[in-house]
């Protein structure tokens, strides 16, 4: 009793009286359906300039996409309206516009430039825009386009890899400055992490090691910048657990200076992911930190 | 003042353990009624059972009555004993002072008791199905048919009352004819229900709308969806960045209007005139409104809603680290009204938070670690703030609070030096730092090796080597420090043998690590120099007294420190200890080293401790063979302690691992086996192995 009347007003005076005027401050949204087209596409239009590669995406009070709920509402829109193609008013236009928007926002870049199309082919007020946007999209649509056949060796894919981020990068030069260009280094980052991936799948952990930290380089500003170092963090551990193995099988003797600096290369990596601001990802660290340490103090007992 | 509230607060107290202990005799003597209804049930079954013994073919349907009420009474009585028992546990919580959190718990149960107190049970559904064939046939006496009434009318209230509300959920689904049906029994159930006339009357009201719809072939109303040019022509400007401010023949106070301008403007980089515009907008009616609430809800459109709130994280937070360090910054916030969550993770982080917080409410947190945090300026992690503060500046670099986000970013500058996308760049290249993770290390890399020691186990090695100008030495394959010299091979294994001998036979003992971490060091090293590497051994330079900053260092972090006359001052959770042992206690020793000293037959310190801030002591204390004796003066009186460990001597400590103690203080004179704990830890230890 006497731990709670010291702790009472210690609690009070630390977390002060605005609390309640914040609780006051709350106000519930009124429930009325969405009753305008400019209502549904202001709502899409104040997100379209969002740096989505620097920070995260935006989301409803829901946690909801906001460009998904966006196409969500026009695809209803267009839905209650249910014209044909043939028969299409201003508004349907408006209506498609929207949706190519909302869809190159998703990544979904073939649609988008379907539904430019349509709209450029109208002879609408928007036509113009919606060709020039088309033309815009169409080479992010290319960019993204899957490979036309199969791969025939690990090699092909790597160099496939290799232009994509090539050509994600050019792309990005091309639009500098203007709302695509967080797309195209969205997609680029990407392609980083697929070559990075390659690596770490052919086996080839001291080149995904090195092809990690370039990707660290490249892309200090992204939001993603805490996950590539527990993916960094990741490949040292496979490293020193490899060079343990080994030795555990008397494969390799083990090298415990080697060892130790992969051992130490990962917690430094993990320790830097764990400073990440969302708390998940900082969760996610810790974890790996105290796996980490379990594996070594197992590693360590095994060690002649 | 204080001892006016004190005295207030003390007779509140005392009304309120009154006020508990008259609720728990009310219990009691509940409790005690209760069972005297049951005994009489007992007495009353045992005559019937006399009766059915006697005459076996008679009174079936008593027999059916009796267990009827037999099953009402022990529902009564399970209710009884579930609101007894809340009772009692909250005046038992309440007279030890529980925390809070179990006097809601017991308060809960008890008011959930109370509250199921007239719903129907399993037992009462029971009873009516036992009486019913009595009541048919028109066995039953007087008493029992009333009590077959009663339970037969509260079981059709029951029935009518679910069918209602399905009857009701069925008329707002348009699901007229099941909404009928429900309404239909419900009424033959009980003509007199207003409520199933109502709901009726609704049915009837619903059934002629259509039929006149059918009449006048009007089909089912379809939502219209047909938009005004001016909502078309302002949707298609904002769409194409065009001029979306004044649309022809848009009424002038439409929210879409309103909701249009703003976002016309937030794309033309007007962003507070924009927010403002919202601001407006979010007070009118519609969609176009909630639009604009939910715009402005949104903490990457609203920078300086993100900021705010930012701000008053990193604020809290700070208040809370200074008072009561990492863990109640971490978790302090969620004693906060509005963080309090109604669920199972939310009471378990309530929970937890509280937890923290009576840690905090102590001694030395109080007097020792909260002054030296404010003083060293304590300050929580500020990622979220930063970039808070930066997404400000790039939405609104000329903002009003534009200045405020700058010298927020300037003041977390400090920590973003340590940040994890500033510490591993070096010129554009990203290298990592060592970790800061303390993990076990398996590489050999050096010993400490203090002079006695040496001179005990290889005096004439010490000789050749001249290993006389330092108290103590540095032995490894690299980072051995200055002026080393590198040994011989034979030299080098013939060192290392004599110093794992020592510390076998136990003429050598270990600092600051077990022995057997010390002889893994020892024999790593020797399978290092046999594959080749050689041995450095290098003077070990003696440190300097603790500075005062080290001191507060050592008190406030958990660190050790020497000070003048080799005192060492260390702390431990809440224990601080300063102690001088004997003989020395290993100054030269490196942290996280393994470190090798001559073992002295007897060893003894003087000490002071104070633990937690409850108690104090000084004392002194010897060991010989594992047997010790320790004499101290403490805030309790005096006390000695001596123990024996005849276990060890006779070497069954693993079949018996128990010492003799004998303790003389104030209290008298104890004598007795206690558990070993030395031995169990080195039990565990072998197992491990």
């Given amino acids: ?304 | 003042m204080f001892l006016e509230e004190r005295d207030t607060m003390d007779g509140a107290l005392r009304v309120g353990l009154w006020l508990l202990r008259v609720g728990v005799a009310a219990g009691l003597l509940f409790l005690a009624t209760g069972g005297r209804a049951r005994a009489g049930d007992l007495l009353g079954s045992s005559d019937a059972a006399t009766q059915l013994l006697l005459a076996p073919e008679l009174g079936a349907g008593e027999d059916r009555a009796r267990e009827a009420r037999d099953l009402l009474a022990t529902e009564r009585n399970r209710k009884i004993a579930v609101i007894s028992s809340a009772l009692v546990d909250l005046g038992i919580n309440a007279s030890v002072g529980a925390s809070p959190v179990k006097l809601l718990q017991s308060a809960g149960e008890l008011g959930r008791g109370l509250l199921s107190w007239s719903n129907r049970t399993r037992g009462e559904e029971r009873a009516l199905l036992l009486l019913a064939p009595g009541a048919v046939g028109g066995e039953l006496d007087d008493t029992t048919r009333g009590l077959y009434e009663r339970l037969e009318g509260r079981e059709r209230r029951a029935l009518v009352t679910g069918l209602l509300d399905d009857g009701q959920r069925a008329l707002v689904a348009g699901q007229v004819r099941r909404a009928r049906i429900a309404v239909d029994r419900a009424l033959e159930l009980d003509p007199s229900s207003e409520r199933a006339d109502t709901l009726l009357d609704a049915i009837d009201a619903q059934t002629r709308s259509a039929r006149a719809r059918a009449i006048f072939d009007l089909a089912p109303a379809q939502p219209s969806l047909a938009f005004e040019a001016w909502d078309v022509r302002l949707a298609t400007s904002l769409l194409t960045d065009g001029d979306a401010r004044d649309p022809q023949s848009a009424p002038e106070d439409d929210a879409s209007l309103g909701l249009a301008r703003a976002t016309a403007r937030y794309e033309s980089g007007e962003r507070a005139e924009a927010l403002d515009d919202l601001r407006r907008v979010a007070t009118l009616k519609g969609g176009a409104a909630n639009v604009a609430r939910e715009v402005l809800e949104d903490r990457s459109i609203n920078p300086e809603l993100a900021l705010d709130d930012e701000i008053w994280s990193y604020t809290k937070r700070r208040s809370l680290g200074v008072l009561g360090g990492e863990p109640l910054a971490g978790n302090g916030l969620a004693l906060e009204p509005e963080n309090v969550e109604f669920t199972v993770d939310g009471y378990r982080k309530l929970k937890r938070s509280y937890k923290v917080f009576r840690k905090t409410v102590n001694p030395v947190n109080l007097l020792v670690d909260a002054p030296v945090r404010w003083w060293r300026g304590w300050r929580p992690e500020g990622a979220a703030l930063r970039e808070a503060a930066t997404r400000y500046l790039d939405v609104e670099p000329e903002g009003v609070r534009a200045a405020e986000a700058r010298s927020w970013l300037e003041a977390l500058r400090g920590d973003e030096r340590a940040s994890a996308r500033v510490t591993p760049f070096r010129d554009g290249y990203f290298v990592l730092p060592h970790a800061r993770t303390r993990y076990a290390r398996i590489a050999p890399r050096r010993v400490v090796v203090s002079l006695d020691a040496l001179e005990r186990q290889a005096p004439a090695l010490a000789r050749d080597l001249a290993l006389e100008s330092s108290d103590a030495f540095v032995l490894g394959e690299s980072g051995v420090g200055e002026g080393a010299t590198a040994l011989e091979r034979g030299r080098a294994l013939e060192l290392l043998a004599r110093l794992a001998d020592g510390l076998e036979a136990g003429s050598l003992q270990s600092r600051g690590q077990s022995t057997g971490d010390v002889l893994e060091a020892v024999r790593r090293l020797d399978g290092r120099v046999r594959t080749g590497t050689t041995l450095r051994i290098a003077p070990r330079l003696p440190d300097v007294s603790a500075s005062l900053s080290e001191l507060g260092t050592a008190l406030v972090d958990g660190t050790r420190a020497r000070t003048v006359g080799d005192i060492s001052i260390s702390r431990q959770d809440q224990d601080i200890v300063a102690g001088r042992e004997l003989g020395g206690d290993g100054a030269f020793c490196l942290p996280e080293t393994p470190c090798i000293d001559r073992k002295l037959p007897v060893q003894g310190g003087l000490f002071a401790q104070t633990s937690g801030g409850d108690s104090a002591a000084v004392g002194a204390r010897a060991d010989y063979r594992a047997a010790r004796l320790s004499v101290e003066m403490s805030t309790n009186g005096p006390h000695a302690t001596l123990v024996l460990p005849f276990a060890r001597w006779l070497g069954i400590t693993h079949f018996l691992p128990v010492e003799a103690h004998v303790d003389v203080g104030l209290a008298g004179i104890s004598a007795g086996p206690r558990l070993d704990s030395t031995a169990a830890d080195e039990a565990d230890a072998a197992e491990s192995l």
């Fill in chain 1, 1 to 304: 009793m006497r731990q709670i009347a010291l702790v009472a007003p210690v609690l009070f005076c630390a977390s002060g009286c605005a609390s309640l005027s914040r609780i006051a401050g709350i106000h519930a949204p009124d429930a009325s359906p969405d009753d305008s087209l400019t209502s549904v596409v202001a709502e899409l239009k104040v997100h379209l300039r969002d740096d989505t590669y620097r920070y995260d995406r935006a989301t409803t009070d829901d946690g909801r996409n906001v460009y998904a709920v966006a196409l969500w509402k026009l695809d209803r829109l267009a839905g209650l309206r249910a014209r044909s193609q043939q028969s299409w008013e201003n508004a349907d236009y408006v209506i498609e516009f929207a949706r190519g928007k909302a869809l190159e926002r998703l990544r979904r870049y073939g649609d988008a430039v379907a539904a430019y199309q349509r709209v450029a082919g109208s002879g609408s007020l928007l036509g113009d825009a919606a060709a020039e946007r088309e033309r815009v999209i169409d080479s992010f649509a290319h960019a993204s386009a899957p490979p036309a056949e199969p791969f025939a060796n690990p090699e092909a894919e790597r160099l496939f890899i290799e232009g994509r981020i090539e050509l994600w990068r050019q792309l990005a030069e091309e639009v500098h400055g203007t709302p695509y260009e967080s797309l195209a280094l969205e997609e680029s980052e990407s392609w980083q992490v697929m070559r990075v991936d390659w690596f770490a799948r052919g086996d080839r952990l001291g080149d995904a090691i090195s092809a990690c930290e370039n990707l660290l380089e490249a892309n200090r500003d992204s939001k993603l910048f805490g996950k590539h170092l527990l993916r960094l963090g990741d490949l040292y551990a496979d490293s020193a657990r490899r060079v343990e193995l080994q030795a555990h099988a008397n494969f390799t003797s083990l090298d415990p200076s080697r060892y130790e600096s992969l051992v130490d290369q990962a917690f430094s990596a993990y320790e830097l992911a764990a400073e990440d601001r969302r708390p998940a990802l900082r969760r996610e660290a810790r974890n790996r930190i105290e796996a980490l340490l379990a594996y070594h103090e197992g590693a360590a007992a095994r060690v002649p």
